[in-house]
């Protein structure tokens, strides 16, 4: 009798434990990704290339052109590695460039993205990685 009770409280136990997006095989688990879904993108076919989409459009309509002394534009490129947090908000972890005022934008504008739907792993909220480059 115990040890029917025994493997009942282990069937339960690993039933309870069970979770979307997560496939077991054999001793191999896999876990599906989802990336950020932007707002306006949720009905989209091709998720991702809506977000590219999204993405390049917001650069385009948000970017602002520095200028020198001299009143010419400032060129250059800095390259933004920000993540997409649990909550959908974008947090830039670091810039490269060497252009303080044009890193100083390329933050500003990755800062300025909407929230969005958060990507996820195995069905729970999780950070999701970029890096993107800008040429100013």
């Excluded at 688990?29 to 989409?53: L, Q, R």
């Excluded at 999204?54 to 200028?67: A, D, P, R, T, V």
């Excluded at 390259?79 to 460039?97: A, H």
């Excluded at 890193?103 to 958060?118: D, F, H, Q, W, Y």
Aim: glycine share 8%.
């Amino acid at each position: 009798m115990k040890k029917l009770l025994i493997i009942a409280l282990m069937l339960t136990g690993m039933s309870s434990f069970a979770q979307e997006d997560v496939s077991v095989k054999g001793n191999k688990v896999t876990m599906k990704e989802t990336a950020p879904v932007w707002k306006g993108c949720e009905d989209s076919s091709d998720k991702k290339a809506c977000f590219n989409k999204m993405l390049s459009q917001h650069i385009k309509e948000n970017i602002k052109y520095s200028k020198n002394d001299k009143g010419e534009y400032i060129r250059g490129k800095a390259t933004v590695s920000m993540e997409v947090n649990e909550e959908g908000k974008v947090v830039v972890n670091e810039v490269k460039g060497k252009s303080p005022v044009l890193n100083k934008e390329a933050k500003r504008l990755m800062e300025s993205i909407p929230p969005m739907t958060p990507g996820k792993l195995g069905g729970k909220p999780r950070a999701i990685k970029y890096t993107i480059p800008l040429t100013f």
